[in-house]
């Protein structure tokens, strides 16, 4: 009996046994598994660490890119998973089964880590940003007239490098504060390295709330999950760190310092302000109080003569009057510089006298405190004709320090009837252009960058101040029901625009009473919601803008606005629906552009016969049977599904005058049409017109006449069917093409731009395709994977001379990227007499790019080249195999191109300087550029000077037009 207990025991204890050696058996495969899935995880991502530290530490040398935040708690991730594995490896090989079994759990928990660090490094866009972004940032500055200017200029310049902790800029409207603490800004970014500087423009009807959000978006800190003003003082004193200058600009009234985190109380911070009052200077206990003066009398006329800008002398009588017009400024800069602006360009003596005269009349001057700037600014408006008056006074309604977009006030002068009504859309724009031109060139408006507008706030006080009672500008967080129902003071409005940040809603039965009101102008981007009653009274509303409102829904008594001829719904992301929009006979400006509408009622467009402008969503196909009917149409946007359709558009509208169009044919691949609307928001109007884009077609069985004939810019994108030859894919042209811009990407076929071998076989009739050729302005080659040459076959040793009209191309701007199938090139040392841009990057293959043939001459003339830009051209041995002549060049760019020997740029030494056009020569390794070989002994000496290091300056990213 005992026996058979124990052998019944043992068996058991056995199969115990068995079975736990199986268990660990698997577990130890599972685990031997797990690691090796881990190991290899692991391997990718030290790889990927390891070339991101690489590129961001040789980025980071120049001093003008700091890694992302993103990035860098990422690769100290990285390096904590790496310890942690090296420490679990260890562990495995040391302990027992037990242990193991708890490591391989740890092992799975470190294998999901990595694999989220994997995932996320995926996602990262670009590893660095601007150090300016962080730092400050240079702004757009004007020269600062007179002594007293330069003696403040060195006067904060020292106190800058003092122990104090503030200063105040005081004097009246119109002397020159901002202009002076704009220079100090742009200073201290030059000179103080170690200091950051955080200009905010302060204004009147400020909030401690707005000042916060400003200071926090600087130090990059998100505020918005806290009200409390002091508990976010708090987290902006621990944020802002040392070295930090504050500079407020145009201050009215006493800011507690303690509720903007307290920034003296910080090492190293220091605080700027400008205001009008030596009282509130005072009153912020700023340390040093600097005032900005009047210029005296003859500094007044110097800077008069300087904006005069006259090219030859005045005549004395001229000169004369002259200097008394630039006395009725009374030495205010802002006054002299309109005035002056105002009459450039005058010659007769009699209109210099009237103008005088006009000046000097007491009717002119207002009850103002800024009386003698206020009589100048309104004597240049009154200058003005019809026309100009109306588009000044229109830029007026934005808030103050709006920065305005040029091409999108010209649409809207266009839009709200404010130019010549009887002209072509295109005549619109020219008139609306040079309406702005000239406002600008008389100092009634000011640059804020190549394209962008604003107004001097004393300019738009002004402008204002003329339009009391009519206009209505509203950008602070009031409420909106107490603003809009003012009753009798604000009945004849005719324009308001809406510009509120905050959250307000329009409370449901409120409605706007005003029976003269012709424009409202909602930007507001929180508007989610507006009741059927608001738009109720509206009569006369002939121009309406929700442009980027968040509303999901519009209110039915839309439809009710008979007189409505523009209506812009133009991002407004939620709208998903409109209403019934039969009764407004009068549009003549429709704007859906990158709502989320995909689909209109049938037979929409019908309803509106003297449509001119109409915009529509690129997730929504456009119906073109309708859209051809609209015999006033002269501005389309919108997307069609294939080439037949586009060709429908064009044949139906041949006898009509369409001045611009900007359409998209989408085969496949839809993810991408938001992708275009966003580019499109961030070019604004200024998107080149004209313009078809082309997208996952198949082009084989295609008429493709329409792309030469009727477009100016064009875009291949992920499109079959094309010929080897991008000539070859359109057919025989009878007139020369319209074509300007060509643009291709990602097509599988093209290995060539002119396939040069008809021309060994004596096919004349190939230079019919040449028209085309002969007015591109642009070509764009982007990862075109088979591509080979320019023009292939170029080479060929019996090969006849290109013919003349391929020599008197008009190309002026080359672009080439990630065409990795080509050697060389193969541009001909002729071709391109009007070439001013040459963009080659990321040809792993290229050796050359261009090539002289003998007999064909000792030196290459490009006479119109600005920029030579390569980079990421691992091969490239040669840019040219003779000497380089360019006479105009301006920059060039050699970025990691290692194997290049020599730079053959000829110029002629004997003066010892280098080509007078050319500023700067960027190369991204001192010791590569030092190796280099020269045509002339002393071109190395004389062109060190221009000499740049940078190693991020040429970006090759896939350009906006190829997403």
Known sequence: MLKQIMDSFFSKVWKKFVDYGSDTLRDKMNLKFTFEAMRNNLNSLSDKAFDVENTIK????SGKKKRKREVEK??????????QIRTLERQVQTEGFLRKFLIGDQATQLRVSVNKLVEQSRHFGELLVDVYKTKGEPLLTTNLSGKMFKENLERIEKFLESDKLSIGIYGMGGVGKTALAKHINNIILEKYQENRVCWIMVSQGFSIKKLQDEIAHFVGLDLFDEDNEDKRAARLNRAIGNNFILILDDVWQNICLKKLGDPLNLSGCKLILTTRSFQLCCQMVCQEKVEVKKLHTDEAWDLFKQILEQ???????????AKNMAKVCDGLPLGIIVLAGSMRGETSIEVWRNELDKLRDPRTVQDDEEDEVFKVLKYSFDRLDENHKRCFLRCSLCPKDFIMDTAHLVNRFISEELVNKGKSRQSQLDEGHSILNKLVKICLLERAGIYPVKMHDLVRAMALKITKGKYMVISDSWSLKEILTEGDQIKD????????????????GMSLNYPNLTTLIFRWYTLKFIPDSFFSR???LCFLNLSSTGIEKLPNSLSNFEKLKSLDLSYCQNLVDIPDLGKLKKLKEFDLFATAITKLPQGLFLNFPLLEVLRLPYTMKAPVEEIVSLKFLEEFEGRVENVSDLNKYFTCRKSQFLDMFQILVFGWDFERLRDYENIRRALGHS????????????????????????????????????????LDAFPRLSKPSFLKVLEICHCQEIECLLDNEPFLTANLEYESRFPLLRNLEKIALIRLPNFIAFFQNIGAAIQPPLPQAIVSSSLRFLDIRECNGMRKLGLPSSAFPNLEKIQIGRC????????VREGEGQVVSLPKLKNLGLCDLPRLKSICNTKMSCDAIERIELIRCQELKKLPLYFDPTPNSPPQTLKEIWVDEKEWWESLEWEHPTHSHLLQPLVRLDICLLHVNEPEFLL
């Open 311 to 321: 090219d030859i002398a005045l005549a004395p009588e001229i000169e004369e009057i």
């Open 58 to 61: 040789k980025a980071e040398q």
């Open 687 to 726: 998107y080149r017109k004209n313009q078809v884009k082309v997208r996952g077609c198949d082009l084989k069985n295609e008429d493709l006449s329409v792309f030469v004939r009727d477009i100016r810019s064009l875009t291949l994108t992920k499109c079959k069917g094309l010929s080897n030859s991008v």
């Open 493 to 508: 409005l005719e324009k308001v625009c809406l510009m509120c940040k905050d959250v307000i809603e329009i409370p449901d």
């Open 74 to 83: 990422w690769l100290e991730q990285v390096k904590m998973i790496e310890n």
């Open 538 to 540: 509206l009569d006369n």
């Open 844 to 851: 792993n293959e290229l050796e050359e790019i261009i090539e």
